[in-house]
């Protein structure tokens, strides 16, 4: 949520600020701003909207072209709407120092009255101007010092970046919950909150723990944490691309990464399949055999699309493993305080590796003595890092706020789980063998459905119009419908809701008419004919049916009034064609309505605020 970079080198900063917050911009755009050094003051320019505003507002200022060192925020609105005057940096004091922030500062109303007592004055209505207030209150020539004892007072999560008018080229970040990395240049260091801001400059990063404090100078960096001396962190290499993150001619992102999807399968998979075995090699999970034999139940944690593959998982890992699973919202998983057991696994499911909720109920399980893994896409990321043990993705870097690789990148690993954990009970090496050869079978399915993209596009037509919709589905379709409805409403902004095809008649069936199509799961596997009889339902009260099924399956062709086909295969691995197909439905929608399909209203890539 809200993206930061800031800059500090040889080179004039302004570039290298702009190019990095049009990267980060997928993290919250409702305003952006910069700040950086000159002779005379530190600058500050904001404007409300987009990036581009920004730059249209820079184009009156050639005076700051010159500058090496400055900050940068482009916000997702959490305190006070999103104006210029709540768009970062903020100034604490009379413009000496220029901060900008992600996260939250909790005690903001407490501080920010005992400031006001002593005079300083407030412009917005944000938490962050309280923290810049706040370190200037304490800023006696030592910025590090400064924010430091700032930091103290805070209860909150922050990433922050601070200049100093008095410490001409210097940068002071520090991290707690939100994530700060450090790119490695010639001379030179980006800071950001996240690589795909710094891959353009160098791949060398270093990545922040939280309550570290860095002090940055050129390519100077004193790394200190908040309550001791100097500590050494190790410089990775960020390993995708600069053309991973680019549009590479797509119109969009989420079009380009919905057909990355038989590429991002095949690296999530790469090397983890044991065809002779029949086996899936998931030594990320760091699970001994014994410990694997001794597992009592799987909880699977997750929000959003990260969750609607958790329930993939809880299905397959039940039904293939015959071991207890659980999918819980990460939110409630912390509040209600849970049952775990030493025996239970619990697995965090995250693309972003940030996410608030996830990221607590990981905490929450590790305290509660459980075996904690993380599922997540994003390297370095908290999530990998708490959890200390799991499994990457590898489905490359994902920038539309739609999710959609990540999903079928987790369901396979989850399939791979389930896989594992049922061949050290009592699957036979050969049904393991099939399975493998069925997880195989993955990226050549989405293959078949992407081929179907125009087809998709003109189905799509029919249903631009609608205001609400429902997408039903029993078994592995189940979180396939919740999935659909999810995609299309964060994107397209037609009310959707996902339903079990058989809780439909308890209650939502109220809402159906014409205006209401039905997106009905009903290819070929357990439950698709009673699948049919609710379509049959839909229509007997005038909706729509578009339905998803089998290659070939002439009854369900001609039972739904339009139709979207997928490939013939089990039931489990349908999940995933079935999704693309339903992933380009929304798509196709939302494009045909002119909605902003990357960055869709009120939404950011990355939660990191509960
Ligand atoms: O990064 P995470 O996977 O933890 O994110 C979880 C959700 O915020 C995310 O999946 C969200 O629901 C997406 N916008 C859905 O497309």
């Known amino acids: ?63 700051l072209e010159t500058s090496t060192c400055g900050i940068a925020h482009t916000r997702w609105a959490t305190h006070g709407p999103p104006t210029q005057e709540n768009a970062h940096p903020h100034a604490g004091g009379k413009q000496g120092i220029a901060l900008v922030h992600n996260g939250i500062i909790e005690n903001h109303r407490a501080l920010r009255e005992k400031l006001s007592s002593v005079g300083y004055v407030f ?63 010639e001379g030179e260091t980006i800071v950001a909150s996240d690589a795909s801001a710094i891959i353009k400059h160098t791949r060398q990063a270093i990545y922040l723990d939280d309550n570290d404090i860095a002090c940055i100078k050129g390519s100077e960096l004193d790394i200190r944490t908040l309550d001791s001396g100097t500590v050494v962190r190790p410089a990775s290499e960020i390993d995708w691309s ?13 079009l380009k990464e919905i057909f990355e999807q038989p590429e991002a399968i095949r690296n999530t998979l790469r090397g983890r399949l044991d065809r002779d075995r029949g086996n899936a090699i998931l030594s990320g999970l760091g699970l001994s055999p014994r410990e694997l034999s001794d597992l009592h139940r799987v909880l699977i944690v997750g929000c959003g699309t990260s969750m609607n593959a958790g329930l993939v998982g809880e299905y397959a890992i039940e039904d293939f493993a015959g071991v207890l699973a659980e999918v819980e919202q990460a939110a409630e998983f912390r509040y209600r305080n849970p049952i775990v057991n030493p025996s239970d696994l619990v697995v965090a499911i995250s693309q972003s590796g940030e996410t608030a909720d996830t990221l607590a109920a990981v905490r929450e399980a590790i305290d509660k003595g459980a075996l904690v893994s993380g599922l997540v ?66 990226p050549s399915l989405v293959e078949a459905v992407l081929a179907k993209n125009d087809e998709i596009a003109k189905v799509a037509e029919r249903y631009v119009d609608q205001q609400s919709a429902f997408f039903i589905g029993r078994g592995y379709m189940y979180p396939v419908a919740l999935e659909g409805a999810l995609k299309l409403k964060e994107i397209s902004y037609i009310h959707a809701e ?12 109220a809402l159906l008419e014409e205006s209401v199509p039905v ?15 609710n379509v049959a339902e ?30 013939a295969c089990p039931m489990h691995t349908s999940v995933i064609p079935a999704t693309v197909a339903l992933q380009l439905l929304s798509y196709h929608i939302a494009r045909l309505r002119g909605c902003a399909i990357d960055q869709p209203r009120n939404l950011a890539k990355s939660v990191t605020v509960e």
């Open 242 to 254: 600069a053309d991973a993150a680019e549009k590479g001619g797509y119109e969009h992102y989420m």
């Open 377 to 442: 896409n994003t390297v370095g990321s908290t999530i990998a890092r708490e959890t200390g043990r799991g499994v990457y993705l590898h489905a490359g870097p994902e920038i539309s706020v739609a999710s959609t690789k990540a999903f079928t990148s987790q369901v396979s690993v989850l399939l791979m789980m389930a896989l594992k954990f049922a061949r050290s009970r009592r699957m036979s090496q050969e049904k393991g063998r099939r399975m493998v050869k069925e997880i195989e079978d993955l």
């Open 1 to 63: 949520m809200c993206g930061i970079v800031a800059y500090t080198g040889p080179r004039p900063a302004l570039p290298v600020l702009l190019s990095g917050l049009k990267r980060l911009e997928y993290r919250g755009y409702d305003s952006a701003g910069i700040a950086v050094e000159t002779q005379e003051r530190i600058a500050i320019r904001k404007a409300k909207g987009k990036v581009s505003e920004l730059v249209k507002l820079l184009g009156e200022s050639s005076d």
């Open 519 to 533: 997106i009905a799961l009903c290819n070929e596997g357990p439950g698709k004919d009673k699948t049919l009889g």
């Open 123 to 185: 412009l917005s209505e944000t938490d962050t101007e309280v923290l810049a207030h706040l370190v200037d209150s304490l800023y006696q020539g030592n910025l590090v010092q400064a924010l430091t004892n700032a930091l103290k007072e805070v209860d909150g999560t922050f990433g922050i970046a601070v200049m100093a008018h008095s410490e001409p080229g210097t940068l002071v970040v520090a991290r707690r919950g939100s994530p700060i990395v450090l790119g490695l240049g």
């Open 498 to 509: 996902g339903y079990h095809a058989a809780e439909l008649k308890h209650g939502p069936i």
């Open 538 to 567: 839909c229509q007997a009260r005038a909706s729509r049916v578009l339905g998803i099924v089998t290659e070939g399956d002439e009854e369900a062709i001609a039972t739904v009034d339009d139709h979207i086909t997928i490939p």
